[in-house]
């Protein structure tokens, strides 16, 4: 890609690992359990991350129910860490911040009766902003390249479809690869995403070995992708989803002048207002019988 063309092996990586901990997505409802083994699979692949090179950033996001928050850098300056024997202080302190800021950040969250989606797409926006901010206050003349990891068991969502949109043209502008990493479902939005931005996608086979998936296919930085072994690019479906019912749609109408898509024609657009004629069925001419 003529994107990755200019990156040397020295530049800096900031990874930015999104990981869904919604107790909706259907995973944790089989087994809650689920969620300690995931964060524990990410927590390694971010030290993973960290020890490749030395100018390597990380940041972890926790995409819930209610919302979005930093797990990794901190918010809360003030964790304490005790020194652990064996390991290396950065990682420990690495992994404590994740761990508490998560359990905070569940324990303060709102108790859900009905399932909730993910706000996945708002994440997403976090993450980039992240990003656009660290690479502002780089020394000039640094190439800081950046990419976002999601990891997620949540279902489709057409109702953040525009969110998802703005996101996935935006991480393209700004030369940010999206990785995907789905643990339950086939994400045909995210999916787009992955092609837009020259990410992977791959959705895990087997829970257990998530861990061994993530270093295999998401460690690599994706200008040395091309020369690895790795599973062939699923074929992308590229259905928009109505803004009128948040559906995927094979035929539909286009607004000429907002390019908001509906699955039914209606004489006012709802996103821009314009007034459209109602299109009259055009009658067969009759043909002039001559005399
Ligand atoms: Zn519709
Ligand atoms: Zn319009």
Redesign the pocket.
């Given at each position: 890609m003529s994107t990755m063309a200019e990156t040397t092996p020295d530049d800096p990586s900031l990874l930015v690992i999104c990981v869904d901990s919604n107790p909706s997505q259907g995973i944790l409802r089989r087994n809650p359990d689920a969620l300690n083994s995931i964060i524990n699979c990410v927590t390694a692949f971010g030290n993973a991350h960290l020890m490749h090179k030395p100018q390597n950033k990380l940041a972890v996001l926790s995409c819930h129910h209610n919302g979005s928050k930093f797990l990794y850098p901190s918010p809360e300056k003030s964790l304490e860490i005790r020194q652990m024997d064996g390991q290396y202080e950065f990682f420990t302190f690495v992994e404590k911040s994740i761990k508490f800021n998560l359990s905070e950040l569940i324990k303060n969250a709102p108790k859900i009766v009905n399932n909730v989606e993910s706000m996945l797409a708002g994440c997403l926006a976090m993450a980039l902003c992240y990003i656009v901010r660290v690479k502002k206050a780089q020394p000039i003349g640094t190439n800081l390249i950046s990419r976002i990891l999601v990891v997620t068991g949540s279902e489709d969502s057409a109702h953040q479809y525009m969110t998802y949109m703005n996101v996935f043209f935006t991480a393209q502008k700004e030369r940010v690869v999206l990785d995907i990493c789905t643990l339950d479902n086939t994400l045909v939005l995210l999916q787009q995403g992955c092609d837009i931005t020259g990410g992977h996608y791959l959705k895990v086979p087997q829970l257990d070995g998530l861990l061994q998936y993530l270093l295999w296919i998401f460690l690599p930085e994706p200008s040395i992708r091309s020369k690895l072994a790795l599973p062939p690019a699923v074929k992308v479906d590229y259905r928009a989803a109505?803004?009128?019912?948040?559906?995927l749609?094979d035929i539909?109408f286009v607004c000429s002048v907002c390019l908001s898509i509906?699955?039914?024609f209606s004489p006012i657009c709802t996103t821009c207002s314009t007034v459209f004629k109602v299109p009259v069925p055009i009658k067969p001419k009759k043909k002039k019988i001559k005399t």
């Open positions: 109505c803004f009128c019912h948040r559906e749609i539909g509906f699955c039914k």
